[in-house]
């Protein structure tokens, strides 16, 4: 597969099938963490970037390494890594999150939109914030990261253009399709959906109304980077 590879894996972007179909390519040896390395852990949850960039002269050997961490992480990086993500169309994804949310946790749509805690962590400008956040000591964990603003999202758009691949979550066998031919791999063939959320009784449209104004620059880095040759 040649280089290493850094995935920064947003949530509700398809990165659960791209780990799955890595681990079927390269083998689980190949992808840190393994699947089943999450599931041994005790919230099934990446490690915190900090906890693995401290202790890693014990990480094991790998090609891939994957997690929901900030981009910048990129630069800790004690060794050359190439650089690859998924986006998503904003509104979509937080609502796929708030779906998400609620099926994990049992809290109702309704009380999870009422929340600004859960909103400023999972849902506001969150992929502006993964790309364009510089932390001022240890990666935080994205849900973490501070509020974004203009400068956060020029930084976002900036980081991305660095980035050896951007997929689309809309466009996902097509992505897969150029993943492959921009890594190497052999992945088209063990794409498959995996997360799906259960729908309860809230709209998704309802949904919407209220995360749309949360992810006006989401909005704009999806439509500045996806207007870019890739």
Partial sequence: MGAR???????RTGGTSLRWALEATIGSAGV???????????DRRYEPAA????????????????GHYLAAVADRLPVP??????????VARSVSIVRLRSRESGRAVADLLADEGFLSGHVVDLQTRIFGTVPAGDPERPQESPPADDATLERACARLETFDFVGWTDAYADSITRFDRTFGTTLRRHIR?????????VPDAEIAEV?????????????R???TAR
């Fill in 81 to 90: 890594y190439r650089t690859a993500t998924f986006l998503r169309e904003p």
């Fill in 193 to 201: 959906a995996e997360n799906a959320s259960v729908r309860d009784h």
């Fill in 51 to 66: 906890e693995v960039l401290r202790r890693w002269p014990e990480v094991r050997d790998h090609r891939v390494l994957v």
């Fill in 32 to 42: 840190f963490p393994s699947q089943a390395e999450l599931d041994a852990r005790p």
């Fill in 211 to 223: 995360v749309g104004p949360l992810v006006t620059r989401d909005l704009e880095l999806v439509r």
């Fill in 225 to 227: 980077v996806r207007g």
């Fill in 5 to 11: 590879i850094f995935v920064v894996h947003v949530q």
